[in-house]
């Protein structure tokens, strides 16, 4: 190519740096690209067509869309400017009236607008979307014809999912102990509090429920009385059932609740459990997840690739779980399209899925389970009375060594030779950690180390807890309450939910949070 105006080598070098890295497949529109690049229209429809002219862009056979070809290497090698924004790695986006639709579905289903609420104007919502008066007009009429939204004489509305439902009830269902204790940890908690949030904000009374095997029969007990809890109440608007624990047999309980015939949510948070027969294809029952999906992954890679890194480790404690593998392979696909030279090393512990996991292994020298082991035994042979001043002192031992004590010193321990040896290798940029809980051990072992963070390693990860927040970690939201709110929808209106054929998972696309660790 032949010496160009600095606007123009400008989106000409933005253009060689998607086309290096492979982001996408089919190319936005040039005015995404434009607005992407930092360039005006005209300016990236001339390097646009100097693409086409020299062979690296070429036309599909169809819907009139262009795709780069690589039939030949570029004359020479372009800086990679920073890539991070929607219009370049989301290869969905274009600019027509069904895209429009879909993106104003998808910010009432994550969130973005509160029910019972008036949207915001037209001439606002042409500059969040970007596209004319007409096709967001005929979008919002769509939208209308769907019921998702609602035209009033002073403007659109996104109706309330319920009536007068001051006596009906939502159950939330999850693992848990015989006092009602749920068996989460605090990253899956977070989900029975927005659930109890937005309960208490429309008028719901919300039950949860934890469900155990005892004496090999399943049972269903309040959290609250801790009585046995009677799952067909006709008050009862529908069922979420919240899979935080594989080991715990989720699909019996299942099998129990889809007899009930009313709407189940079943969001998975933890992957690696098959949908058994009863729940596949049944019109009653949806399934949803946010830790299980590939998508966070792939924006974290975009991410990590857009920055210049091209040789990360992965870490993790927990690579038993379907989540860390999904992580995983899903980082090594987006750099192996890449090329040779980028690359991703794994450090892994394949033996554990779960913070407990390290207290069961032999080399766990404390004695801390035989003491939890001789309360109980204690507490069933000694008169109740006896224990009423203690409270759920059980529990909160139990609770105490895994999450605190006990759990965290046995996977640092774990942990220190793959930091090690993650560290040795200084070809190595950045650090993609399992989860935020990994990562502060992480953190902590690189500043014992003195590595200045991100000057001589760059740390990334999942979850955006508390803990990332307090240690400035750059972390993957995955939007809680987006996923809470297409929950509720699907069990008070499930017409506003568009689903797919069969049974597959639903998810809301979150959002990576850049703080100073990356």
């Known amino acids: 190519m032949e010496k160009q105006k600095p606007g123009v080598k400008k989106a000409l070098e933005y253009l060689a740096a998607m086309r290096d890295r492979k982001l996408i497949s089919t190319l936005p529109p040039i005015r995404a690209l434009a607005k992407a690049s930092d360039v005006s229209f005209v300016t990236m429809w001339k390097a646009f067509n100097l693409f086409i002219q020299d062979g690296y862009i070429v036309p599909t056979s169809k819907n009139n869309k262009y795709v780069f070809s690589y039939d030949k290497e570029l004359p020479e090698k372009h800086e990679a400017p920073e890539i991070e924004s929607e219009y370049c790695i989301n290869e969905s986006h274009v600019s027509s009236r069904q895209s429009t639709t879909d993106r104003i579905y998808k910010d009432i289903i994550s ?27 005929k979008s919002l009429s769509d939208l209308v014809q769907e019921q998702i939204i609602e035209f009033r ?41 927005v659930i109890e949030s937005e309960c ?40 979420i059932f919240i899979v935080a624990n594989i080991d715990s047999n989720p699909a019996s309980v299942l099998d129990r609740l889809v007899r009930l015939k009313r709407n189940i949510a079943v969001l ?19 399934f949803f ?63 554990y899925a779960y913070q407990w996991d390290y207290l069961d292994k032999e080399d766990n020298d404390s004695d801390l389970k035989t003491l939890i082991s001789e309360y109980f035994h204690l507490k ?25 004590n006990c759990g965290s010193a046995e996977i640092y321990e774990k942990m220190h030779p793959l930091f090690s040896a993650a560290l040795a290798d200084r070809s190595i940029t950045a650090w993609v950690m399992a989860n935020d809980f990994a990562a502060t051990m992480a953190i902590d072992f690189l500043k014992e180390h003195e590595m200045h963070i991100p ?6 990860s999942f979850d955006n807890t508390i803990d990332a927040m307090e240690y400035q970690l750059t972390s993957w939201d995955f939007n809680t309450f987006g996923i809470v709110n297409m929950i509720l929808r699907y069990i008070l209106a499930p017409h506003t939910v568009k689903t797919k054929a069969g049974n597959d998972f639903l998810e809301v696309d979150g959002a990576l949070v850049i703080r100073r660790s990356c």
């Open 111 to 137: 969130g973005r607008y509160a029910t019972n609420e008036k949207l915001p104007s037209c001439k606002e919502m042409q500059q969040i979307y970007d596209v004319s008066f007409t096709t967001l007009k």
């Open 153 to 193: 004489a002073n403007g659109y509305y996104l109706p309330s999912l319920t009536g007068n439902t001051g006596h009906s009830r939502i159950v939330v269902i999850s693992y848990g102990m015989d006092d009602g204790k749920l068996w989460v940890d605090h990253q899956d908690k977070n989900y029975f509090r």
């Open 200 to 239: 208490i904000r429309m008028n719901i009374q919300l039950d949860v429920i934890v469900h155990r095997n005892k004496n090999d029969r399943l049972q269903f007990i309040h959290s609250a009385t801790t009585r046995e809890y009677n799952l067909e109440a006709q008050s009862i608007l529908g069922y």
């Open 268 to 286: 998975d948070v933890v992957g690696g459990w098959r949908i058994p027969q009863c729940a596949r294809n049944n019109r009653h029952v949806r």
């Open 289 to 351: 997840t946010t830790t299980a999906s590939e998508l966070p992954a792939k924006r974290v890679a975009q991410y990590l690739l857009s920055k210049g890194h091209n040789r990360i480790a992965f870490l993790s404690p927990f690579h038993r779980a379907l989540w860390s593998k999904r992580r995983l392979s899903t980082i090594e696909t987006m750099y192996t399209r890449c090329g040779p030279e980028h690359s991703v090393v794994p450090f892994v512990l394949p033996d």
């Open 380 to 404: 069933k042979e000694a008169k109740g009375i006896h224990f009423k001043q203690f409270g759920n002192l059980g529990y909160n031992l139990i609770k105490y060594i895994t999450d605190i």
């Open 455 to 460: 000057g001589d390693l760059a740390i990334i």
